[in-house]
Nanobody
Framework: QVQLSESGGGSVQAGGSLRLSCVIS????????TYWHRQRPGKEREFVSGIDNGGSTNYTDSVKDRFTISQDKAKNTVFLQMNNLKPDDTAMYYC???????????????????WGQGTQVTVSS
């Protein structure tokens, strides 16, 4: 099964930077799209950024020109570089994958998705 391990959160002052990492394991026979979501205090979980297997990216408007999503396929790791952080960026950040994986027992691909445990980002003014 696909498992995600997140790291890189922490506390920074406004204007600072953090780099989040999501290590994806168990996806050798999978193609997948990876997303970052966040949940700010008192708000619904929201989409932040995504990157597909071919490297195409998307960002929510509030983080464009500040955040950059990237992937190192050799290390099965997806990153979210966050620059010029603002207090409104304070949230729990979650990594998610949506994948199609070959399952030999079914001789077919199975679609599934996985969530990481989340990593806290706190930005002070």
């Amino acid at each position: 099964q696909v498992q995600l391990s997140e790291s890189g959160g922490g506390s920074v002052q406004a204007g600072g930077s953090l780099r989040l990492s999501c290590v994806i394991s168990g996806a050798t026979a999978c193609t997948y799209t990876t997303y970052w979501h966040r949940q700010r205090p008192g708000k619904e979980r929201e989409f932040v950024s995504g990157i597909d297997n071919g490297g195409s990216t998307n960002y929510t408007d509030s983080v464009k020109d500040r955040f950059t999503i990237s992937q190192d396929k050799a290390k099965n790791t997806v990153f979210l570089q966050m620059n010029n952080l603002k207090p409104d960026d304070t949230a729990m950040y979650y990594c998610r994958t949506d994948q199609f994986c070959w399952r030999s027992e079914y001789s077919d691909y199975l679609r599934s998705n996985s969530w990481g445990q989340g990593t806290q980002v706190t930005v002070s003014s």
